[in-house]
Nanobody, 123 residues
Framework: QVQLVESGGGLVQPGGSLRLSCAAS????????IGWFRQAPGKEREGVSC????????YYADSVKDRFTVTRDSAKNTVYLQMSSLKPEDTAVYYC????????????????WGRGTQVTVSS
């Protein structure tokens, strides 16, 4: 079983930045994709970004493209989501999740989930 732990959330002003981390308890991430999802109160879960260590694919939702960057540190089995130019509408609980091999935008395809970290963008 894979365990995922998110960290790095918090309160930030509009236009600010945060870096989220997702640490995975696996021997290697080489065969996994890590997805980032978010859910705001009263809204459906949204796929934000994904990186696949298996085939190298990366994707971003249109709502975060050019503002968010996903990277990985294979030595630490950790994936990061660098969030810049944050907007109030980015406020949500952010989750990382994993599945084998390739990325998909559909959360139901991911097998393991972290508990989430709150991101609040407000002045």
């Amino acid at each position: 079983q894979v365990q995922l732990v998110e960290s790095g959330g918090g309160l930030v002003q509009p236009g600010g930045s945060l870096r989220l981390s997702c640490a995975a308890s696996v021997f290697t991430l080489d065969y996994y994709a890590i997805g980032w999802f978010r859910q705001a109160p009263g809204k459906e879960r949204e796929g934000v970004s994904c990186i696949s260590n298996y085939d190298g694919t990366i994707y971003y939702a249109d709502s975060v493209k050019d503002r968010f960057t996903v990277t990985r540190d294979s030595a630490k089995n950790t994936v990061y989501l660098q969030m810049s130019s944050l907007k109030p509408e980015d406020t949500a609980v952010y989750y990382c999740a994993t599945r084998t091999y390739s990325c998909t935008r559909y959360g139901s395809s991911y097998n393991y989930w972290g508990r989430g970290t709150q991101v609040t963008v407000s002045s």
